[in-house]
């Protein structure tokens, strides 16, 4: 084959097949319609959608989300200290920017961030579907695998919450356009096309570094199916001849690499004992993987106050793993090379079973094998693997030969012995695009049924209705409306956020986003969010000062500075601090708390200022007033903001 030859369209190319018995003249073979397989590709895409769509439509923001969120409207977009700035060990500037981009132009508005992951996983579906015409051409066996990436829950969790859908849903993007890559350039041997996967890593890496495990795909695949040889004699034929390609994918990973490694906070941790990586296997292969690959688990449990582990019943798992093993072993007998594709598909998964145990599960135990987020790429490399095991390649390939499958002599001459031959001849025999459609439709009723089965755990999202409630409440308030530092209601986010799970920093992408009393500035009153997210007076509850001397006054604020007393000291920690007065004049003071002075105003008559203090507290000092006039106060108390008793807005 020269340069100028052309290269043939796998849709319209056959791979190679042997024939045992002429078909008569009146009966030719019927060959399967690539717009047939064309429209049931876009009818289990369009199920697939609109089933993941419906059910992240139905739930919300969750942790991390918060999170993120919370750091996007603290920065610019283009600001290195946000963008480079590790989260858990991940490196994600890419994921950050598109947090950035909808929290500013749609804050809050979920239905957006549902569109735009959804919009991606439509691309990823189509790109995919053009990978296995590529490889397979127009057979209807491909109807099959892209099923599993499209339907299995193995990535429901992983597209339904936007804190793993901003890493991972670019990652399956990267993966596959990697592959297409190399495709093209083992089909048509042009360079430039191969240097295209490494550009394609670079995508995926700004959003997961988890990205670089496309690297050994991309270089199993062309191991297994497209070099020929002994196993040793083709890893060195695949590295001498494609070496300009491993060139270009070295120039991206190697500096990435440096960077994250000397960077980023190390996820790795000691994995264990022996018995708990084998619990570890056990539970991602067994109670998870196997049975999400064939529609399950069926059953969830959940996780937090929204999502779910799988929870298959040990019955579903025997089933789910007799047939995956039947489906294994019976392409094998079918096929000599089958095996290559299970190899492939294992590799990468036993890749991903050592990273999961060397970090996430060293902290939280083998349970995380039923936690579908971990895995979400192996639903793609697992269709990918399936494809390569019962689809033949189509076509030619330039930097072939393609190691294709072929039938096996033995089990084809058993086939059509005479008894076997005879016992066959009464039973219906089913076209291969009926048993494609069949074994697809399982697949859909199955996974469909997974899917709505979480729906019941993800759209029970209490943290919904809490900020609908407060962001209302604050577009109503009246004035510069300054809330109590806190945290949110446990069910909206954990502690465990830190400061992002305070009610300032949740709160801060709204356009109305509230003032919480910070370090420095007073206010002159003070407000807080109940656990149902209403607007409400704040009161303050703790250690109160001692009786002032002055009758009738307490403490009598004038020209010199004055020392009030508290009863007690307190811990070490942040405290609110209320003064309650009464002023003949408006006038400002200095007020000193465990060293740290803040300007406060009063106002004449009757009033309050609030303050937020820190570290143990003994007294509080206020300096001399600028203004002439008299101040007095009995009412200085330092302790925690709770809700004013008929506080209510």
């Avoid at 409207?73 to 060990?89: F, I, K, M, R």
């Avoid at 439509?122 to 127009?138: D, H, K, M, N, P």
């Avoid at 033995?410 to 086939?415: A, D, L, Y």
């Amino acid at each position: 084959m020269t340069a100028a030859d052309p290269i043939l369209d796998p849709a319209d190319a056959a791979g190679p097949t042997e024939q045992v018995d002429p078909p008569a003249p009146s009966a030719p073979p019927r060959r399967q319609p690539a717009r047939w397989v064309s429209l049931s590709v876009g009818a289990v895409l369009v199920v697939g959608l609109a089933t993941r769509g419906w059910v992240a439509w139905r739930g919300y923001y969750y942790l991390d989300d918060f999170t993120f969120m919370a750091k996007a409207a603290g920065h610019s977009a283009l600001d290195p200290d946000y963008l480079l700035e590790p989260y858990n060990s991940h490196l994600m500037p890419g994921a950050y920017l598109w947090v950035w981009v909808l929290t500013w132009t749609m804050p809050f508005h979920y239905g957006a961030v549902v569109v735009v992951t959804v919009a991606l996983q439509a691309v990823l579906g189509g790109l995919f579907y053009t990978l296995l015409r590529r490889l397979f051409g127009a057979s209807p066996l491909v109807l099959l695998p892209f099923a599993v990436l499209v339907l299995s829950p193995l990535t429901l969790p992983g597209t339904t919450w936007w804190a793993a859908a901003v890493n991972q849903v670019p990652q399956q993007l990267a993966m596959v356009a990697a592959l297409l890559a190399h495709t093209a350039y083992l089909r048509t041997g042009r360079v430039r096309q191969g240097l295209l996967g490494p550009l394609a890593l670079v995508g995926g890496l700004l959003f997961s570094e988890k990205t670089l495990l496309l690297l050994p795909l991309v270089a199993g695949l062309t191991v297994l199916f497209f070099t020929t040889g002994p196993a040793r004699g083709r890893i060195r034929v695949a590295l001498s001849r494609h070496r300009v390609v491993w060139l270009g994918y070295a120039v991206v990973a190697l500096p990435y690499l440096g960077y994250y490694v000397t960077h980023v906070p190390s996820p790795a941790r000691h994995p264990g004992q022996g018995s708990a990586l084998v619990q570890l296997g056990l539970e991602s292969l067994v109670r998870g993987v196997v049975p999400a690959l064939l529609g399950g688990p069926w059953t969830w449990v959940r996780i937090g106050y929204a999502g779910a582990l799988a929870d298959p019943s040990p019955f579903a798992c025997g089933v789910a793993l007799v047939l995956a093993v039947a489906v294994v072993v019976g392409s094998c007998l079918l096929h000599r090379d089958a095996w290559r594709g299970w190899v492939l598909a294992t590799g990468y998964g036993m890749l991903n079973l050592v990273v999961l145990a060397f970090s996430r599960a060293a902290i939280i135990g083998p349970v995380i094998g039923d936690e579908y987020r971990y895995v979400t790429d192996l639903a793609l490399v697992a269709a990918l693997g399936l494809g390569l095991a019962t689809v033949p390649l189509a076509g030619r390939w330039r930097l072939g030969p393609a190691t294709t499958l072929a039938p096996r002599e033995t089990v084809r001459r058993w086939f059509a012995s005479s008894p076997v031959r005879d016992q066959l001849a009464e039973l219906p025999r089913p076209t291969t695009g009926g048993v494609a459609a069949v074994a697809t439709s399982g697949l859909v009723l199955s996974a469909t049924w997974s899917t709505v089965a979480y729906d019941e755990f993800w759209h029970d999202n209490p943290a919904r209705p809490w900020v609908r409630t407060a962001s209302a409440e604050l577009a109503r308030a009246d004035g510069d409306v300054v809330l109590a530092e806190g945290y949110v209601p446990q069910k909206v986010a954990w502690a465990l956020l830190g400061p992002y799970a305070g009610v300032g920093r949740l709160l801060s992408p709204l356009p109305e986003a509230p003032r919480t009393l910070a370090s420095g500035p007073a206010a002159d009153a003070l407000w807080m969010l109940d656990s149902e997210g209403r607007l409400q007076r704040a009161a303050v509850e703790g250690i109160s000062a001692r009786k002032g001397p002055a009758k009738s006054c307490g403490w009598r604020l004038g020209a010199r500075a004055v020392t009030i007393p508290l009863q007690k000291r307190t811990l070490p920690f942040r405290w609110t601090l209320r003064i309650g007065y009464l002023s003949t004049t408006s006038t400002t003071a200095v007020v000193t708390v465990g060293g740290h002075r803040t300007t406060v105003p009063f106002h004449a008559g009757l009033g309050s200022v609030y303050l937020l203090v820190d570290g143990a507290v003994d007294q509080v000092t206020v300096s001399a007033l600028q203004d002439a006039g008299t101040l007095c106060t009995d009412d200085v108390t330092v302790g925690t903001a709770v809700p004013a008793a008929g506080g209510s807005r």
